[in-house]
């Protein structure tokens, strides 16, 4: 059931509730959110001509934080994924993409797999993405 709820809260969260008609998310930009996003920061390998990530919400409880941020397309000015960075203290981090609500389903598949991850405890790091996802919803709903 939990998963379920973050499941959907993750899916409202990527539609953002605004008119504007965003093409779905691609394979490319998918592994662009993950991979490629990781090997930015650790190589300093420039991202595909155009595109920008930008940080929409941060939120830190003890020794856990995520990291939600867009990753944006050339000309368009709602995010065509968005990339969820989770971190524990003295952890590496972890990269998920939420792709767009209409995405192709083995996008939405492979995201949903991604959650099952390495570390030993999946539940408590499901409950905080959960909590924090909730308040960056209660924010995004507010405006």
């Known amino acids: 059931m939990k998963k379920l709820l973050f499941l959907f809260t993750l899916l409202f969260l990527s539609y953002q509730g605004k008119c504007q008609s965003v093409s779905p998310t691609t394979d490319e930009e998918f592994n662009m959110?993950?991979?490629?996003?990781?090997?930015?920061?650790?190589?300093?390998?420039?991202?595909?001509?155009?595109?920008?990530?930008?940080?929409?919400?941060?939120?830190?409880?003890?020794?856990?934080k995520m990291v939600l941020k867009g990753l944006y397309r050339p000309t368009e000015l709602k995010p065509c994924a968005m990339i969820i960075a989770y971190s524990r203290l003295r952890g590496a981090p972890e990269y998920y993409c939420i792709p767009s609500p209409d995405a192709d389903e083995l996008l939405w598949d492979r995201f949903r797999v991604s959650l099952a991850g390495e570390i030993d405890n999946k539940q408590e790091q499901l409950q905080f993405l959960s909590f924090a996802l909730g308040k960056a919803l209660s924010f995004y709903s507010s405006k």
């Open 33 to 64: 959110a993950t991979t490629g996003y990781k090997m930015y920061l650790q190589m300093g390998l420039p991202l595909k001509p155009g595109y920008r990530i930008v940080d929409l919400k941060e939120y830190e409880y003890g020794e856990r």
